[in-house]
């Protein structure tokens, strides 16, 4: 993603990257399917596509929706309008009615890396690779949403300290731990190695000091590019659990210390770039991932240790890039674009945001 795209998205608007964007995906290395794709496991859900809409078209490319859900009927969404690279910058969008009606915010609401804090309040990082201060250090920006989300009440400058000679690239998740405490997915690449190194920082104290908790997984082996760009959700029993690109197969690991460990990562689909993952209420745990497609998996008992066959919600030009959240009646909401990317044209002469909404039950 261009450095222009970010500062216009972390200044005011969404934090979000894309790595390596319009590269193909990489052949696997013989090292990166140390483990079998999970059996699939569909005989415990019913799962119904009830409508694909769009969410805004223009005649500019749109790409890399991010989405966060608020109190109520609240959904904030951040995508890139633009050619990748050359003219993108962020815009956002607001819905008050749960996804039917969307439009321009007149304040800046938190993006779709956001979470929501049990207080009201709203949570998102800013680190981007910056460069290191003079003692080691990068700096970070915590930033705080109050009315759940709709407006941006705090900047906390605070910095990241670590044993890692890497510029950390905050992606995708932020979770309040039953501490109080706040940890966050980092990913980027050490100095002296190829491949992406994913790891989890935390902080105690509302983001003034950030620390290394753990490395999620890093390997000089698997993938064409490492293990990047987590998504991480907690579990109902508590586990932390991750889903991981490569540059090849997508690998899932977990935790079940909070954090502080993490097991072998294990491969869950033979592609897949920016995994989201959703737990929802009715304890179904949700996968979305893309390129090729744009491609849905369920795991019915929410453990993420068995999942369903893949569903394909869209064959197409796009970034293939995707964002889940549950609907206000528990429907799953995922969010996709239809449009040019790159050098690839999109299918008519305006592109499109799109959001598609699924009944997600078990039986």
Known sequence: MSATLMKSLMNPLALFLALSPCMARA????????????????KDLDVEILRTVTVFEAKEHLNFPWIFRGPGKFLSLACSTGLHTKTERGMRLISTDDGDTWTKPTETPVGGMGTLLPDGRAVVLSCWGPEPNPNGSYPTTTLFYTDGGRKRVE?????????????PHF?????????????????????????YTSALIRTED????????????????????????????????GDLFCAMRTGGPLYTTRST?????WSTPVVVADHGVDPDLLLMENGVLALSYGRPNVDL???????????????????????????????????LLAFFSQSGFCGTPGTGPLNMMRMARLSVRRK
């Open 155 to 167: 900047a906390v400058a605070g910095t990241l300290t670590w044993p890692l000679n890497m510029k």
């Open 206 to 237: 509302g983001g003034k000091r950030w620390t290394l908790l753990s490395i999620i997984a890093h390997s000089e082996q698997v993938g064409g590019e490492g293990f990047c760009e987590p998504a991480m959700v907690r579990l109902t029993n």
């Open 297 to 331: 998996r369920f795991s019915a008992d929410g453990t993420g240790l068995n999942w369903s066959p893949p569903m394909t919600l869209y064959r197409g030009p796009g970034c293939s890039y995707t964002s889940l959240v549950e609907g206000a009646n528990h429907d």
């Open 27 to 42: 052949a696997e290395s013989p090292q990166s399917a140390k483990a079998a794709i999970p059996k699939p496991d569909a």
């Open 257 to 261: 210390n909070g954090g502080r460990t």
């Open 171 to 195: 992606h995708r998740n932020i979770l309040q731990m039953p501490d109080g405490s706040l940890i966050a997915t980092i990913y980027g690449r050490q100095d002296g190695h190829k491949k």
